[in-house]
């Protein structure tokens, strides 16, 4: 593919990736979606291996790929490695950076390491090709948060107003957008008013599984939600660090 084709594909797909929908694409879905990017005609199997599972939506290119995701917003990306029009860590890094979604990168015995590199681009986890159901199935439980709350269980915090239901948040009566990730760590945070949570214990509520070793993944999306709210990063008021790993929400004031 071209530079000046590649710029312009990053520019669009950055813009539907980043705007917000309408609505909350993933709240309404009955099932878990899985958008697969992968070119190769067996991976419509997939659609078969599932068994009803799961729903799910196949791409033969990543440019496809990425427009989907901007639409349809799925709970998980599964992503082959060595896609032909855009690099898999692209892929990645537009995918997590722009609408946090979580990628699985599949590899075959040719191009292993490939997997490093779509890795560090923020891919959580690695699979085999062919694809093997069972393992995909594990995965894709594992990856996707489990649903808050419901039934109008408003969580507060003094003026921190935070709805499951409607996916909102309110700081003295204004609304702040956050995206998915942040308003997980949020929520897990206010559940957990004045009681210190480590880094490992968002891990598990929010991305799932264990976290990479080394990873700074948590301390970046906790200061992307301190700007959010307005929470001064040198001297923070409403969500403070305890230590080397942990933080702490009390409630502001009013």
């Known amino acids: 593919m071209l530079p000046s084709t590649m710029d312009n594909l990053r520019s669009t797909a950055t813009a539907?990736?980043?705007a917000e929908p309408a609505w909350d694409v993933a709240a309404s879905r009955a099932r878990t979606l899985l958008l697969v990017i992968d070119p190769d005609p067996q991976a419509t199997g997939l659609l078969d291996d599932v068994d009803g599972r799961l729903d799910v939506r196949v791409c033969a290119s990543a440019a496809e790929g990425l427009l989907v995701a901007g639409a349809t917003r799925p709970d998980v990306v599964l992503l082959r490695?060595?896609?032909a029009d855009v690099p898999a860590p692209t892929v990645v890094h537009l995918l997590d950076h722009c609408c946090e979604l979580p990628v699985i990168v599949a590899v075959?015995?040719?191009?292993?390491?490939?997997?490093?590199a779509a890795l560090e681009a923020g891919a959580v986890a690695c699979v085999a090709r062919p694809y093997r159901a069972a393992q995909l199935l594990a995965l894709v439980s594992a990856l996707r948060p489990a649903s808050p709350a419901r039934d109008g269980d408003v969580v507060r915090c003094g003026p921190l107003e935070l709805s499951p239901d409607a996916r909102t948040?309110?700081?003295?009566?204004s609304l702040i957008p956050l995206p998915p990730r942040e308003f997980r760590l949020l929520h897990f945070l206010m559940a957990h008013e004045g009681r210190v949570v480590s880094q490992v214990q968002l891990w598990e509520a929010v991305w799932g599984g264990t976290a990479p070793s080394a990873s700074?993944?948590?301390s970046v999306h906790m200061r992307r939600l301190r700007r959010r709210l307005g929470d001064d990063p040198r001297r923070p008021r409403l969500i403070t660090t305890v230590g080397r790993s942990g933080y702490l929400l009390q409630a502001p004031s009013e």
Do not use: F, I, Q
């Open 108 to 116: 075959d015995g040719e191009h292993p390491e490939l997997a490093g």
């Open 81 to 83: 490695a060595d896609l």
């Open 216 to 218: 700074n993944t948590v």
């Open 16 to 18: 539907l990736l980043k």
């Open 169 to 173: 948040v309110r700081l003295r009566g």
